[in-house]
């Protein structure tokens, strides 16, 4: 066989495998284009611009009845020969910060109910890639962990989570009994900007979580790592301002008033009565937001009429208790409107049976403590 035979006899080999493989790729990618993985038209080995990934509109049950490990060996990836011991996952740590990055769904992102579903239940541990739609399971790991390490490290060492089989001694990191440390929650944050509407920008925290109802999620969804362990505070410091407008502002209407949260003063926290006009009193001022303004996404202002909140009370089924202040037996056998006239609930009237009596001065009853 000569050399220009063996040339020819070798290069159709390679139009055969080449029209296989072609063949495999168009049935495995029926229907689906480029831009479902790419975002770019033209994707490099050097920028494959890959989108992320379609797991955010799989179907997810919260598990939350489910015992939680403090550390998992991964240890499912078949290969022969590998340089790297299996990598002994820290979960109770990871798991004890799920409520601000987003929940267990971060990475259980399909499960079905009162069941976690394992990694390799849908990621092939043998390294066979049937559908390019889904990652083998060790891509799937790989995709899990560096994308969130990467963004506050800036660089992935195999060996800062991987042992190499190649140390006699390396001692396996110990993770028993540890969780992360308490995050301080602070009274108020003062943050100084450029803006020309005030200089600073005063935000009770303490009372968002406390008075507000609001869980570290309404805010810190889309928190990872980077948010506190960044090494670049500078690139931190950027995505912060944009991440804070658009915590406010899901809430807030601040998209044409600067001057609802920026200020050339550091501000009181919120005062019902200097806000609204509508003072909190007795039982009221032990209530949170959302008792009342049932649309927590939106504190609008409401009617100070007390028919808005409590329309179904009537004088048979209304207990004045809940108001700090008990009847006595003489008001107990009167009219709602002998005292409230014209239905305001606010400031009684006396002068319509007591000529020299005036609320609060006199009170009908007993006030509580």
Known sequence: MNLTFK????????????????????????????TTCHSCEIPTKENPCI????????????NTNNPDPETITMNRIVKEKDIYKPVIFSHKLHSGMSTITGGCKSCHHYNQLEKIIKCSECHDPNGR????????????????????HRSWSHTVECTSCHGLNSSKNVKTKDYSGKKHPNIFEPEKK??????????YV???????????QLDCGSCHSNSSCATCHDKSPQKQKNTDKKTQHMNCSSCHNTNTNCNFC???QIQPAFNHFTRTGFQLK??????????CHTNKSSFKGLSSSCANCHGKWREKNFNHKVTGLILNETH????CTDCHVDNNYLKPECNGCHDDYRYPTQIPGKKLK
Not at 190 to 199: C, D
Request: with cysteine; charged share 25%.
């Open 51 to 62: 989108n992320e990934c379609p797991r955010e509109i799989m179907t997810t049950v919260q």
């Open 262 to 264: 920026h200020s050339k």
């Open 332 to 335: 107990m056998e009167l009219s």
């Open 7 to 34: 040339i020819l006899f070798v290069f159709f080999i390679c139009i055969s495998v080449f029209a296989q493989s072609s063949k495999t790729h168009k049935r495995n990618v029926k229907n689906l284009k480029c």
């Open 202 to 212: 005063t935000f009770y925290h303490k009372q968002h979580t406390s008075l507000y």
């Open 129 to 148: 890639k049937k559908d390019i739609n889904k990652p083998d399971l060790e891509g799937a790991y790989h995709q899990q962990c560096l994308n969130c």
């Open 190 to 199: 003062v943050y100084t900007t450029n803006s020309k509407s005030g200089k």
């Open 282 to 291: 007795e039982y009221h001022k032990e209530l949170n937001c959302a008792k």
